[in-house]
C-alpha cells in the first residue's frame, strides 16, 4: 500500500461478484455511482484477497467470503458501508483484525451490526446504499403489477408482468447495467411490486412504490426491510396492498445513505493516509538503521 499515490487520488471501485448469477449487486452499485457521481473501476469480491490494483472499494451489500479469500488485498483502502456479512462460519482472528483496522463498519441491517459490536468491532447502521435511489421518471402507470422472482406457489393478481433479475453470465456492471437500468425504470412506473428480492425491495422503497416482500423467514439478509415492508409467505392468498415509505422518510433515507457512503469514503481515506505515513516512518528508520 506504500506507493506515491494520495489518499485524494486513490481510484473509487465498486464490488461485485463474478460467481453471482443475478444483478442484486448492480443495483446497489448504480445508487452507489449516482450518489458519488460516478466511480473509477470494479472488483471481484470472490478475488479481493488478490486484487493487484490500488484502489479505495466501498464494499457494500451482502458477503459470504472462505477464509482462504478473506481479508483483502493491502492494496485496498476498504469503505465499508451498507455492509451485511454472512455469519454462516465464524470470523478468523485475521478477519476480526481487518475488520478492526477499517472500522467503524457501516451496516446495512441490525443484525450485522448487533454481531461486529459483541466482537468489540465498532460499527454503526448505515442502512442499504440503495435506499440512496432518487426517481427520474415521475409518471407511473395504473394497473401495472410486477412480480420480481417469485415463486410459482405465490398467487399473483390477474395481468401481472413477470420480471427476474437473475442474469446469464458474468454478471460484471459492464453486462448487466443496461438490465439493471431497464428494471429500475419498469419499478418507478409500477403501482405495485411483489419480489423476493431485497434490492428490489429496497428500490422500490427508495423509489415510493408499493411493493410487497415474499419470504418463508425472518432472515439477517432481510433485515434492512424489517421496518418497512410487512413480510408475506409464498402460500399466500389474500388481497396485496403494499408498502410504501413516505416521502419524508425517504428523504432521511436517502440522506443517511449519502451520508454514511461519504463518511465511510472518508474514513478509508485517513486510515489510508496513516498507513503512508507509517511506512514513510518504517521506511526512514530503516534508513537511520543501516546507514
Avoid at 388481497?239 to 465511510?264: H, W
Wanted: net charge negative; glycine share 6%.
Amino acid at each position: 500500500m506504500y506507493t506515491d499515490t494520495t489518499p485524494e487520488e486513490i481510484p473509487v471501485h465498486a464490488a461485485f461478484s463474478s460467481l453471482s448469477r443475478d444483478i442484486e449487486d448492480d443495483i446497489e452499485n448504480f445508487a452507489i455511482e449516482r450518489m458519488l457521481g460516478g466511480i473509477d473501476g470494479y472488483t471481484d469480491k470472490e478475488n479481493v484477497r488478490w486484487e493487484p490494483r490500488e484502489c479505495l472499494l466501498v464494499a457494500s451489500g451482502w458477503w459470504k467470503q472462505r477464509k482462504s479469500d478473506f481479508p483483502p488485498s493491502q492494496n485496498i483502502a476498504l469503505a465499508y458501508v451498507g455492509f451485511h456479512w454472512d455469519w454462516t462460519d465464524v470470523l478468523s482472528y485475521e478477519q476480526l483484525l481487518h475488520f478492526r483496522s477499517w472500522q467503524p463498519i457501516g451496516c446495512r441491517d441490525p443484525e450485522t451490526a448487533r454481531r461486529f459490536s459483541e466482537m468489540g468491532v465498532e460499527c454503526h447502521f448505515s442502512g442499504s446504499m440503495t435506499l440512496g435511489l432518487d426517481r427520474w421518471i415521475e409518471a407511473r402507470r395504473d394497473k401495472l403489477i410486477l412480480s420480481v422472482d417469485v415463486p410459482e406457489t405465490f398467487t399473483l393478481p390477474d395481468g401481472t408482468v413477470e420480471l427476474s433479475l437473475e442474469c446469464r453470465r458474468n454478471n460484471h456492471p459492464q453486462f448487466v447495467r443496461s438490465k439493471t437500468k431497464e428494471l429500475l425504470e419498469y419499478f418507478q412506473k409500477a403501482s405495485l411490486v411483489i419480489t423476493t428480492r431485497v434490492q428490489a425491495a429496497l428500490a422500490c422503497l427508495a423509489f415510493g412504490t408499493p411493493v410487497v416482500f415474499v419470504s418463508e423467514k425472518l432472515s439477517p439478509a432481510v433485515g434492512a426491510l424489517v421496518a418497512h415492508v410487512d413480510l408475506v409467505p409464498p402460500d399466500f392468498d389474500g388481497e396485496l396492498t403494499g408498502n410504501v415509505m413516505s416521502l419524508e422518510f425517504r428523504k432521511q433515507a436517502a440522506e443517511r445513505a449519502r451520508g454514511s457512503l461519504m463518511d465511510a469514503i472518508n474514513n478509508a481515506r485517513d486510515i489510508y493516509s496513516g498507513s503512508l505515513l507509517l511506512g514513510e516512518s518504517d521506511e526512514d528508520n530503516s534508513k537511520n538503521t543501516f546507514s
